[in-house]
T-cell receptor
Framework: GNSVTQMEGPVTLSEEAFLTINCTYTATGYPSLFWYVQYPGEGLQLLLKATKADDKGSNKGFEATYRKETTSFHLEKGSVQVSDSAVYFCALIRAGGTSYGKLTFGQGTILTVHP | NAGVTQTPKFRVLKTGQSMTLLCAQDMNHEYMYWYRQDPGMGLRLIHYSVGEGTTAKGEVPDGYNVSRLKKQNFLLGLESAAPSQTSVYFC?????????????????FGPGTRLTVL
């Protein structure tokens, strides 16, 4: 079956530091890949996505590249801010067929950024 | 637009009690979902619906029932609550694959309901 594995957290950084959150997946074919973010007390919001190999998703200074050869979708940001403190989830929708009910999440990584 | 709303925000139940969580969306989405979020486990799908009048089981459906009588509402019921159902529950909705141009469409999440079963 499909699965998503994220680096264990929590991750604690100082403001303006470089961020990497690793995400690897197991799936047949070419799934669509996502990063969702959950700010304290809120629901999840889509941060970025990529739907085919070598695609780069980007939003709010965050980037992730769909790497088929390493089955990875690592999240990066060059200079984090205190406002980036949140929980980050990597997720996938299986390739082919319909997408309903098929979003598979990783366990989430807690990011805390200090001033 | 309010997006996806959930009622209530917090609830405490005793073992064996029943309750219904309400999810409403005003985006005319076809698909709706109920997830539970537990520490270290990400989100797991409980039930989902691909349209008014339809429901289907997700990854962890036992102990829950759902109904989609109106397109904009998706109800999650607990008939006899158990401590193992203590969790944060999230509702989500999305466009159909056809309208979104294929799989990979965004799911929009509500703010969550924190449920404690004693």
């Amino acid at each position: 079956g499909n699965s998503v594995t994220q680096m264990e957290g929590p991750v604690t950084l100082s403001e303006e530091a470089f961020l990497t959150i690793n995400c690897t997946y197991t799936a047949t074919g070419y799934p669509s890949l996502f990063w969702y973010v959950q700010y304290p007390g809120e629901g999840l919001q889509l941060l970025l996505k990529a739907t085919k190999a070598d695609d780069k998703g980007s939003n709010k200074g965050f980037e992730a590249t769909y790497r088929k050869e390493t089955t990875s979708f690592h999240l990066e940001k060059g200079s984090v801010q205190v406002s980036d403190s949140a929980v980050y989830f990597c997720a996938l929708i299986r390739a082919g067929g319909t997408s309903y009910g098929k979003l598979t999440f990783g366990q989430g990584t807690i990011l805390t950024v200090h001033p | 637009n309010a997006g996806v709303t959930q009622t209530p925000k917090f609830r405490v139940l005793k073992t064996g009690q029943s309750m219904t969580l309400l999810c409403a969306q005003d985006m005319n989405h076809e698909y709706m979902y109920w997830y539970r979020q537990d520490p270290g486990m990400g989100l797991r799908l409980i039930h989902y619906s691909v349209g008014e009048g339809t429901t289907a089981k997700g990854e962890v459906p036992d102990g829950y029932n759902v109904s989609r009588l109106k397109k904009q509402n998706f109800l999650l019921g607990l008939e006899s609550a158990a401590p193992s159902q203590t969790s944060v529950y999230f509702c989500a909705s999305s466009y159909s694959d056809f309208l979104a141009g294929g799989p990979g469409n965004e799911q929009f999440f509500g703010p969550g309901t924190r449920l404690t079963v004693l």
